[in-house]
């Protein structure tokens, strides 16, 4: 790859990060993950061809074209969230990835609980998606890393906060979460 390729790819994913939270190679490679799929899975489900899919994720391409994928990825973000924490199975998680490659971009989860525990309150791990997910529509991880740090002397909880929740993983927000409750 040379240089101007490299700096294309570089922009593309800052684009990335800025509109989605985070360059969508992470992004998809989580869902990949925790829902157990492989690449041509994912991009079947997302309605997307497989080399779109890997140009998406390489940073050959900044930007999903298509609205209704937008809302897959983000219906499949809240199902991978809800396969962690336990709320969902393996095999209804399988049931619910047919649904959401079958919609449209419409909701097809609004008749579920799917932001909630059986207690009807929200999960932490949904508290704590939509806390970074709110923060990194604001500013990229770059950004929010350097607030904190101009932060961080008069104000270091605060400073933590916005590196855990901004810039961290969801598994280290979701321990700072619960170490903050009463």
């Not at 704590?128 to 997910?133: D, H, K, L, N």
């Not at 923060?135 to 933590?160: F, K, M, N, Q, Y």
Request: net charge neutral; hydrophobic share 40%.
């Amino acid at each position: 790859m040379d240089a101007a390729q490299q700096e294309a790819t570089a922009r593309a994913r800052e684009l990335q990060r800025n509109w989605y939270g985070e360059p969508l190679g992470a992004l998809f490679r989580k869902l990949i993950d925790d829902l157990g799929l492989n690449q041509a899975r994912l991009a079947g489900v997302l309605g997307l061809s497989a080399p779109m899919l890997s140009q998406l994720m390489s940073g050959q391409r900044a930007k999903i074209g298509n609205p209704a994928v937008v809302q897959r990825v983000q219906l499949l973000q809240e199902l991978a969230g809800q396969v962690a924490d336990g709320s969902v199975s393996a095999a209804e998680a399988t049931e619910r990835m047919d649904e959401i490659k079958r919609s449209q971009g419409g909701s097809v989860l609004s008749n579920t609980t799917t932001t909630t525990s059986s207690s009807g309150a929200p999960t932490v791990k949904r508290v704590v998606r939509e806390i970074q997910s709110l923060l990194r529509s604001v500013a990229a991880a770059g950004d929010i890393i350097d607030a904190a740090d101009t932060l961080a002397p008069s104000h270091p909880e605060l400073a933590e906060f916005l590196r855990v929740y901004g810039a961290g993983r969801t598994s280290d927000a979701v321990t700072h979460y619960q170490s903050h409750q009463a």
